[in-house]
């Protein structure tokens, strides 16, 4: 209810918004819908280790593919096979992972979805230098967001995300 309660006041203050401008009055609501939307913060990433295993396997795949084209057979199986390797590695590199946060959730890209975590069902937050993990109430699933592997900025995500669990009454762990 949450959400279209937002988008429901969110058009109703565009309407208000665009009836003031046609008197001549200034809007009262653009405030309030700016500071809305600078409250989402979003922290992108980018996945390299996955799509350079991929290129390897594809270029291994062609590499055992020009040795086996003296049979003659398979050869079109082959290079759909090696093409379609080096396509997932270049989907993989330009879709960035991220971690975006919001005033009472977080939500991140995951088997290739958008999942969200309400700040209700976190534990606790685990800032440390190059990682960032972030623990479900009573699961043992968890979120890392590691500089190394995916290459975030671990020290502007650990700002916002005390802040967030300032404001949520979330544990924040430093390490």
């Known amino acids: 209810m949450a959400r279209s309660w937002e988008r429901m006041v969110q058009r109703n203050t565009k309407q208000v918004n665009q009836q003031r401008k046609k008197q001549g009055k200034e809007t009262i609501y653009g405030a309030s819908s700016k500071a809305a939307a600078k409250s989402v913060d979003i922290f992108k990433g980018r996945n390299i280790v996955f799509p350079v295993v991929l290129l390897l396997l594809g270029i ?3 590499v055992v593919g020009s040795i086996d084209d003296a049979k003659g057979s398979g050869i079109l199986a082959n290079w759909l096979g090696v093409v379609l390797y080096f396509l997932l590695a270049a989907l993989l590199f330009f879709r960035r992972p991220f971690l975006k946060v919001e005033r009472a959730r977080l939500s991140t890209i995951k088997y290739n979805r958008e999942r969200f975590l309400p700040a209700a069902e ?3 937050i685990t800032l440390s230098r190059s ?9 043992r699933k968890q979120w890392i967001f590691s500089k190394l592997i995916n290459r975030y900025d671990t020290a502007a995500m650990a700002e916002r995300l005390e802040q967030f669990g300032k404001n949520n009454n979330i544990e924040v762990v430093h390490e």
């Open 131 to 139: 990682v960032v993990t972030i623990k479900y109430k009573g699961k």
């Open 122 to 124: 976190i534990e606790k």
């Open 60 to 62: 291994m795949f062609w």
